[in-house]
């Protein structure tokens, strides 16, 4: 581990993450609104989240994360850096990049803790995927705003899971609906791209007519 990134008390230099979002930690003053707590497995780390409701909430497949976790799929919750307070433990955490295979704070990456290697976050530009199995969840309206809302790269799958959620063959939104998705929201995404293939091709024939036209008043 790259020493000036991690176990050290330096808030200069290469180490100035600590003191940006989500690694900021607040002054004690500062008005932070606590809804939830969490913190490692051995208590190394621990962290405060400010909003009520992940802005999403996902069960990812992909091959990666089965190995990261060595389990069948991740769950992970999608948060702003900015809902995110270490309390603790911000000179305990270390990086991993997934993509060089390197101990590196290069985003997105990878983050855990030093200590007892349990998984905190994976940090990407703009927002940070939480692992929910971290946070305590006192109540059942708690644990139902984490609710999964939907599987991704359920295609890479070990394990086939009949809930009824929309399953993607890859990213939400941006690849296909299979096995056992909601038969209406599958209709409903058929109608969407189909829409935008009706309108790509009024376009492309406008084009044609438009430069067809030009041609013929030369």
Same mark, same amino acid.
């Not at 490692?40 to 992909?62: A, F, N």
């Not at 209406?184 to 109608?191: M, N, P, T």
């Given at each position: 581990?790259?020493?000036?990134?991690?176990?050290? #008390?330096?808030?200069?230099?290469?180490?100035?993450?600590?003191?940006?979002?989500?690694?900021?930690?607040?002054?004690?003053?500062?008005?932070?609104?606590?809804?939830?707590? &969490?913190?490692?497995?051995? !208590? @190394?780390?621990?962290?405060?989240? /400010?909003?009520?409701?992940? $802005?999403?909430?996902?069960?990812?497949?992909?091959?990666?994360?089965?190995?990261?976790? %060595?389990?069948?799929?991740?769950?992970?919750?999608?948060?702003? =850096?900015?809902?995110?307070?270490?309390?603790? !433990?911000?000179?305990? $955490?270390?990086?991993?990049?997934?993509?060089?295979?390197?101990?590196?704070?290069?985003?997105?990456?990878?983050? @855990?803790? /030093?200590?007892?290697?349990?998984?905190?976050?994976?940090?990407?530009?703009?927002?940070?995927? $939480?692992?929910?199995?971290?946070?305590?969840?006192?109540?059942?309206?708690?644990? %139902?705003?984490? =609710?999964?809302?939907?599987?991704?790269?359920?295609?890479?799958?070990?394990?086939?899971?009949?809930?009824?959620?929309?399953?993607?063959? !890859?990213?939400?939104? &941006?690849?296909?609906?299979? #096995?056992? /998705?909601?038969?209406?929201?599958?209709?409903?995404?058929?109608?969407?791209?189909? %829409? #935008?293939?009706?309108?790509? $091709? #009024?376009?492309?024939?406008?084009?044609?007519?438009?430069?067809? /036209?030009? %041609?013929?008043? =030369?």
């Amino acid at each position: 581990m790259v020493k000036d990134q991690s176990q050290g #008390e330096s808030t200069t230099g290469v180490s100035e993450w600590k003191q940006k979002p989500p690694y900021l930690v607040h002054d004690e003053n500062k008005d932070f609104d606590v809804k939830y707590e &969490a913190n490692c497995h051995c !208590g @190394r780390v621990k962290y405060q989240l /400010s909003r009520r409701e992940p $802005l999403d909430s996902k069960l990812c497949h992909c091959t990666t994360c089965q190995v990261q976790h %060595a389990a069948p799929f991740q769950w992970a919750a999608i948060f702003h =850096k900015t809902d995110i307070n270490f309390t603790n !433990g911000h000179h305990d $955490l270390e990086w991993y990049d997934p993509t060089e295979k390197s101990i590196a704070h290069t985003l997105p990456c990878k983050v @855990r803790c /030093s200590y007892c290697h349990s998984p905190i976050m994976d940090e990407g530009r703009n927002m940070i995927l $939480l692992f929910p199995s971290l946070v305590h969840l006192k109540t059942d309206e708690d644990k %139902a705003y984490f =609710k999964p809302r939907c599987h991704m790269f359920y295609g890479q799958r070990v394990m086939d899971i009949p809930d009824g959620l929309p399953k993607w063959t !890859g990213l939400s939104g &941006a690849s296909d609906l299979i #096995e056992d /998705s909601p038969p209406d929201q599958v209709r409903e995404l058929e109608r969407k791209r189909e %829409a #935008e293939r009706t309108k790509k $091709l #009024e376009k492309g024939a406008e084009k044609v007519t438009k430069e067809g /036209s030009g %041609a013929n008043t =030369k």
